[in-house]
């Protein structure tokens, strides 16, 4: 990207490589170092690019500071069934665009069509909407798990990349409607959405989703401007976000800028090399992006939020508690968890504490489950285990070696902790 000119723009954009790894790669290319007096020659009009970034909470933990991506601790983050928004997980690619609602504007493009529509944000929210109980996660979820195993290429996120809102916006499929899309649409395949987050080379951030998810009614895709009944935050999409229930957090743009009616996929690199499974044997010497699709739906998975890992937990009457919670992409509703404290020769099934009534394929929010669990008397230490099993009957994997791949996403094999155990 750099193409032979100053690496400093490129070096302050993605400070997620700013490692040790990194830097040890660049090392082997120094071909010398400047003498301490000639760098008062040196110039540079580049500005820190995240130097406008919003305030954020003391709580969230983050994963990485430049571009900023954090996570709750995950017994924080099961205290609540709507996750409050400075609470929600962070998951940005770019710097926060700074966007003014009084000059926003929504294009809506067709290709092979040269007329195209735009609308203001005032416009967006005169329309009829809708609010919807959506939880989002991200395809690293619980990347850590796989980290375990082996390394990866990505954020080392643990549980807790995930989040529960009430989202309010205009139904996307109204404004397909409305720009002259049939529901019954076979030409074009997918809807293309843009970010107003870009990078030094105005590069934008991009997505695409398959065209029947945005024109099938019980799709629920949103073009969101309400977080849990506010303006969305910045760091959550300000002023427009689009909402895909039950698919990856990549598709659910933020700081929407475009939205494109197409024959093909984005050509962004997050939809074409990125955010992608294959198998626990391809490595980085022989993947081939091309041959693997995009993840849209996520599968079923849980996790352990509260003990925590390593944690000292009271036995009381036999029992320890145990929380957590569960969530299945596609629309699908957890219909039971079961958690094992003997490496699986005997499971319990767990309580659900909150679980949204709406009923499959339209079961967009996740289920937050609590069990007490009997231990033996002899037990100094357990490793607690929980899986999921939605309404489809898909269940989590038992292991995470036969679904590591070299990006870390769909990381929902079985949750897995040891606590040690104390008695009064």
């Keep these: 990207m750099a193409a032979g000119s100053s690496v400093e723009p490129f070096w302050m954009l993605y400070g997620i490589h700013q490692t040790p790894e990194v830097s040890a790669i660049f090392e082997s290319y120094r071909i010398g170092n400047v003498r301490a007096g000639d760098t008062k020659h040196l110039t540079s009009d580049m500005s820190d690019p995240y130097a406008n970034e919003p305030k954020r909470h003391f709580a969230l933990v983050p994963a990485s500071a430049k571009p900023f991506n954090a996570e709750l601790p995950p017994d924080v983050l099961i205290q609540n069934f709507i996750t409050p928004n400075e609470l929600f997980y962070v998951r ?167 939205i494109v009616v197409s024959e093909e996929e984005s050509d962004s690199h997050w939809q074409q090399n990125d955010y992608k499974g294959f198998s626990p044997s391809v490595d980085w010497d022989t993947v081939d992006f091309t041959k693997s699709p995009a993840i849209q739906e996520l599968p079923v998975i849980s996790a352990i939020c509260k003990p925590a890992q390593g944690s000292q937990v009271a036995v009381k009457d036999g029992k320890i508690n145990v929380k957590g919670y569960a969530w299945s992409g596609g629309g699908q509703k957890i219909v039971r968890v079961d958690v094992t404290v003997d490496g699986g020769k005997t499971w319990h099934v767990a309580n659900f504490d909150h679980q949204d009534t709406v009923s499959p394929p339209r079961h967009w929010a996740w289920t937050l489950w609590s069990i007490d669990i009997p231990v033996s008397d002899d037990a100094t230490s357990v490793e607690i285990w929980s899986k999921a099993v939605d309404s489809s009957y898909n269940t989590q994997p038992e292991s995470v070696e036969n679904i590591w791949n070299l990006r870390g996403v769909l990381s929902n094999a079985y949750h897995r902790i040891r606590v040690g155990l104390k008695r009064e």
């Design 92 to 258: 940005n690619h770019l710097p926060v665009p700074e966007i003014d609602p009084k000059t926003y504007e929504l294009e809506i493009e067709i290709d092979g069509k040269e007329e195209t529509m735009t609308f203001t944000l005032d416009e967006l929210k005169k329309m009829p909407k809708r609010t919807i109980t959506v939880t989002i996660m991200c395809a690293g979820n619980r990347r850590s798990d796989m980290v375990k195993y082996k390394p990866v290429r990505g954020l080392n996120w643990g549980a807790a990349a995930i989040g529960t809102a009430t989202w309010t916006g205009v139904p996307l499929r109204d404004i397909l409607l409305q720009a002259g899309i049939d529901e019954d649409e076979e030409k074009y395949k997918h809807i293309q959405f843009e970010g107003i987050d870009a990078d030094v080379t105005a590069k934008n951030y991009g997505a695409s989703i398959p065209i029947w998810k945005a024109l099938d009614k019980r799709g629920d895709v949103i073009l969101a401007y309400e977080m849990n009944g506010v303006p969305i935050p910045r760091d959550h999409g300000f002023p427009i976000r689009v909402i895909v229930p039950g698919v990856v957090g990549a598709r659910n743009v933020k700081w929407l800028g475009k």
